[in-house]
């Protein structure tokens, strides 16, 4: 009978995160430097306490006009934030797989 000889095991990668976990991080980090409650935030921008819950717990995928008026609610822009997020980004995306960073993507249906 053959001898059965285990595969040497590469580690998974690490997947990158999603744009609305470090977007709902962000949003919570703005909000809870200003010491604010979730009501009060959401009040401002004109959402529901439990939307502005599942924004920051990246359970929601915004409109681009949800996310500025919560900006504007922390006081900030959409483009500072979006820079902001996208900051967040970079480090994951320079340890990326070449095949990642040179724009080769796999979508699950």
């Known amino acids: 009978m053959a001898e059965i000889i285990p595969l040497p095991s590469t580690p998974a990668p690490t997947p990158e995160p ?7 991080r962000r949003l919570r980090s703005l909000r809870q430097e200003r010491g604010e409650r979730l009501f009060d935030t959401a009040r401002r921008a004109g959402v529901s306490p439990q939307y502005l819950s599942e924004i920051e717990r ?3 995928e915004p409109s681009s ?17 979006t820079a902001a997020v996208a900051d967040d980004l970079r480090p994951t995306a320079a340890s990326a797989p070449a095949s990642v960073r040179s724009g080769a993507f796999a979508l699950a249906a």
């Open 58 to 60: 990246g359970l929601k």
């Open 18 to 24: 999603l744009w609305r976990d470090l977007l709902g």
């Open 65 to 81: 006009e949800m996310i500025a008026a919560v900006a504007g609610a922390l006081g900030t822009t959409l483009l500072d934030l």
